[in-house]
């Protein structure tokens, strides 16, 4: 973790605090001497459900630009509001990132999704943001999926047949790539050959960890099922769009620049050391617009130093292993309501 990194961070702090009262409000309950931190673990954490309490926002309403909202299928979503300069951060983060892994081509690119998803250009899902935010990287964009989330079989032939001979970007979240595209084309016993593609997904893992579906199960069944053998997951929320960790061809998730990560208890909030395990600590410096630059997530997992993987990407490995059992990690509320 470097020093311009927690520079970055403290002055976010700062300016959010002097731009969001009820982030103030927050701050000044639970985090009085901020200014005086001198390490990661010392700064301010938000709990990210508090944008599920909260709107939360550093801006004037008449800067909104987009507002974005998690995909959460159970009680309130959380509500992200994005001035300009934040969404063009968060785009410019996205393309160093997969350009770090993939190169600066732009590829021919199937969403594993129905374009209806990425309709609304105004209230967006984590989903819309995401294959919209991928999408910068496609050279001719299809959806494989039609209105009712099935497979539009001749739509992924024809897309094949075009694109014969040519590197293919697969992308999809998890759990429709595993439900909605590869357990169906078992079913139909379909003959897709994506050998010249390669695959990002994310988020989802939930719903695969109560079918028993491992990352090396996810990965082995699609090299069966399309003969695709290069699979990327990623993760990421909706709450630090743009500050993804990408899984290595070593199969780690490492932080992006201008980024971090540490692991805190789940009781004392304490500090964990590398290969400890606990609620994990997101830190970006691109979160202008509201107050997302360090947040205490509801996933469980732990940190390895960059140094013990030899692919050469210098950002702290993270090994997310589930979500906290009814996750609720509070705080925001119960300082504001003090």
């Known amino acids: 973790m470097h020093s311009d990194?927690?520079?970055?961070?403290?002055?976010?702090?700062?300016?959010?605090?002097?731009?969001c009262e009820t982030y103030k409000a927050y701050i000044n309950a639970l985090f009085p001497d901020y200014a005086q931190a001198v390490a990661f673990d010392e700064l301010p954490w938000l709990p990210v459900r508090a944008f599920k309490q909260f709107d939360l926002l550093s801006i004037p309403?008449?800067?909104?630009?987009?507002?974005?909202?998690?995909?959460?299928t159970g009680g309130v979503q959380s509500r992200i509001y994005l001035d300009q300069e934040t969404a063009k951060l968060q785009q410019a983060k996205?393309?160093?990132?997969?350009?770090?892994f993939f190169g600066k081509a732009r590829f021919p690119m199937l969403v594993i999704d129905a374009e209806s998803t990425v309709k609304n250009r105004k209230k967006f899902s984590a989903r819309t943001a995401a294959i919209n935010g991928f999408s910068i990287f496609s050279r001719g964009r299809e959806f494989a999926l039609n209105e009712d989330l099935d497979i539009d079989i001749q739509r992924v032939q024809q897309f094949l047949e075009k694109y014969s001979g040519k590197q293919i970007f697969i992308f999809g979240f998890t759990f429709i790539v595993w439900e909605?595209?590869?357990?169906?084309?078992?079913?139909?016993?379909?003959?897709?050959d994506f050998s010249n593609a390669f695959l990002v997904h994310g988020g989802g893992w939930k719903k695969l960890e109560n079918k028993k579906v491992s990352s090396e199960v996810f990965r082995d069944r699609i090299s069966k099922a399309i003969n695709c053998s290069k699979v990327h997951n990623y993760y990421g929320m909706i709450e630090q769009t743009g500050s993804i960790y990408m899984e290595c061809p070593n199969g780690h998730l490492h932080a992006p620049s201008g980024a971090d990560v540490l692991i805190r208890g789940?009781?004392?909030?304490?500090?964990?050391?590398?290969?400890?395990e606990g609620l994990i600590h997101l830190f970006s410096n691109i979160q202008r617009s509201y107050p997302g630059h360090s947040l205490l997530t509801e996933d469980i997992g732990y940190t390895l130093p960059a140094s013990?993987?030899?692919?050469?990407?210098?950002?702290?490995?993270?090994?997310?292993?589930?979500?906290?059992e009814k996750?609720?990690?509070?705080?925001?509320?119960?300082?504001?309501?003090?």
């Open 61 to 72: 309403n008449e800067s909104i630009f987009k507002t974005m909202h998690s995909s959460g």
């Open 308 to 324: 013990t993987c030899d692919c050469g990407h210098e950002g702290t490995i993270l090994k997310v292993k589930g979500r906290l």
């Open 266 to 276: 789940r009781e004392d909030f304490l500090r964990k050391d590398h290969s400890e």
């Open 5 to 19: 990194l927690l520079s970055d961070l403290k002055s976010l702090t700062e300016h959010h605090s002097q731009k």
């Open 180 to 192: 909605k595209f590869i357990e169906r084309i078992e079913e139909l016993e379909l003959d897709f």
């Open 94 to 100: 996205l393309i160093e990132v997969f350009q770090t």
């Open 327 to 338: 996750a609720e990690v509070r705080g925001c509320s119960d300082a504001v309501n003090r």
